[in-house]
């Protein structure tokens, strides 16, 4: 099929890469000429493992451009995966999705074509993305639009880091809209996902025993509430095992152990009970506040999903308390920070703790010094207004810190000589932020172990 992508972040680029290595025509557009350049000549803006060597397989039908001419016009399938970046009220913007939405409008000349949302957009918002790509091409073109767009939801659940593998391999595929015809296209776009039928790639195997993909064929409505009701689940599972962890802590419990014993039970499943510093990245944070937002829009209070927040909010503070107990006072000290990404295989800093817990450092008199395998070059772009001392290696952190805390919880940081680190630093303190270093080896070492939780 004849596919376009509005959009090029980490959503529309995986969308790209495996339509096109499926087999259908896809054309990526996006309004960042540099960007644009530097995917044609084969550079790839984001750090997502794999993700070169499957844009290699899927070159053939892959095309990169920067006008809506070149991709809208008779395309059978459009999705929309632009930002909705919160806006300084926490509503999502929605300048992206407008504009692409009016692109499409005023680009198409085919007969019919079934435009996607893709991105994380608030409840409701098909319908006015419909309204915006008719507008637009009923003004552009003098003709009724009549039968000739439908807009769908497909909601994305990929994680970054895997994002390929949860592309390629889903749990579910879900896809809403209000118009049979439109829901038989997307079928068949899939139908490769959810039959399993493609070859696998080698570098990204298809798992055991995996067969065909379960589809969620439903009304747009309810696509769009699965998106955000899937992640807010997520991010208050990850927040009521941090809500246990300070309990196990202070009574005693191991964490660990607390939630493998609960996770065990099939009801309730192991993923998602990682305790320790909480969630950032780009969607838990959002989604839950627009969550909150629409709910209220109907006089609806959410008191789960806000505790999740407030816990998530809470864990983050407890990282500088936790410091504070230890070192008594925190200005002059030196506190170095593993890992900036929000979490490992990423290079994202979206809503990532590193950058909170740095800033409250920096207010309290610390001297910050971090490091992060991937994402330092995107934090030093991005976050100059942070007077922290960036290092290339973890034992440049180490060295003279009065403190260390684990953020995220690269392999790298697990294997570590952590004797060599001990060496180097002025107080061997660590604060296991992902309940993720070997405490019995840390304790060797003559290390003071703090855990996050539990
Ligand atoms: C999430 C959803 O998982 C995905 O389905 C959706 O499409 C986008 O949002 P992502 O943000 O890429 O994906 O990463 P995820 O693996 O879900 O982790 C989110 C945050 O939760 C990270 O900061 C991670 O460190 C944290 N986390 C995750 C925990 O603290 N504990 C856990 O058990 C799992």
């Known amino acids: 099929m004849r596919?376009?992508?509005i959009g090029t972040g980490y959503v529309g680029l995986t969308t790209g890469a495996c339509l096109a290595f499926l087999g259908h025509q896809v054309t990526c557009v996006d309004s960042d000429q540099k960007k644009i350049a530097s995917l044609q000549a084969g550079k790839i803006p984001?750090?997502?493992?794999?993700?070169?060597?499957?844009?290699?397989?899927?070159?053939?039908?892959?095309?990169?451009?920067?006008d809506y001419g070149s991709a809208?016009?008779?395309?059978?399938?459009?999705?929309?995966?632009?930002?909705?970046?919160?806006?300084?009220?926490g509503s999502p913007d929605l300048q992206y999705l407008s504009a692409a939405a009016k692109g499409i409008g005023e680009h198409y000349t085919g007969d019919y074509v079934v435009v996607v949302n893709k991105s994380t957009v608030p409840?409701?918002?098909g319908n006015w993305v419909g309204s915006l790509v008719r507008e637009s091409y009923e003004q552009r073109s003098g003709r009724k639009a009549e039968h000739r767009f439908s807009v769908a939801s497909n909601p994305e659940f990929l994680r970054e880091g895997t994002a390929l593998h949860d592309s390629l391999y889903p749990d579910r595929v879900v896809i809403g809209a209000d118009e049979v015809r439109a829901?038989?296209?997307?079928?068949t776009l899939y139908r490769p996902i959810l039959d399993q039928t493609f070859a696998a790639p080698p570098f990204l195997p298809r798992p055991e025993g995996l067969g065909a993909v379960p589809l969620i064929s439903t009304e747009l409505a309810s696509a769009e509430l699965i998106k955000y009701a899937a992640n807010a689940f997520l991010a208050l599972k990850i927040s009521y095992i941090n809500e246990i962890g300070q309990l196990a802590e202070k009574v005693g419990a191991d964490i660990q152990h607390v939630a493998k014993g609960i996770g065990l039970d099939a009801r309730i499943g192991t993923r998602f009970l990682q305790s320790g510093i909480g969630w950032g990245g780009s969607c838990f944070g959002k989604d839950t506040s627009a969550l909150v937002a629409t709910a209220a829009e109907y006089n609806l209070t959410m008191p789960i999903v806000s505790a999740a927040r407030e816990i998530n909010r809470r864990q983050r503070e407890r990282v500088v308390d936790k410091l504070l107990g230890e070192l008594k006072i925190l200005k002059g000290r030196t506190?170095?920070?593993?890992?900036?990404?929000?979490?490992?295989n990423t290079d994202d800093l979206r809503e990532a703790p590193a950058i909170d817990i740095a800033r409250r450092l920096l207010e309290r008199g610390c001297k910050v010094k971090v490091h992060d395998p991937v994402a330092l070059h995107r934090f030093q772009e991005q976050h100059r207004d942070l007077a922290v001392v960036c290092c290339t290696t973890p034992e440049e952190v180490a060295d003279d810190a009065d403190a260390l805390v684990l953020v995220t919880e690269w392999q790298q940081y697990r294997e570590l000589d952590w004797e060599a680190m001990a060496g180097r630093m002025r107080s061997r303190i660590v604060l296991d932020g992902r309940n993720a270093l070997d405490r019995a080896r840390?304790?060797?070492?003559?290390?003071?172990?703090?855990?996050?939780?539990?």
């Open 183 to 187: 829901l038989e296209v997307l079928y």
């Open 72 to 89: 809208v016009p008779d395309a059978e399938v459009v999705f929309i995966a632009v930002g909705t970046p919160p806006s300084s009220d």
């Open 123 to 125: 409840i409701g918002s």
């Open 46 to 66: 984001i750090y997502e493992p794999h993700l070169t060597e499957l844009l290699v397989e899927a070159k053939p039908n892959l095309q990169f451009c920067c």
């Open 335 to 344: 506190v170095g920070l593993l890992g900036l990404a929000f979490k490992p």
């Open 442 to 454: 840390l304790l060797r070492f003559g290390f003071r172990y703090l855990g996050i939780a539990g």
């Open 3 to 5: 596919v376009s992508i």
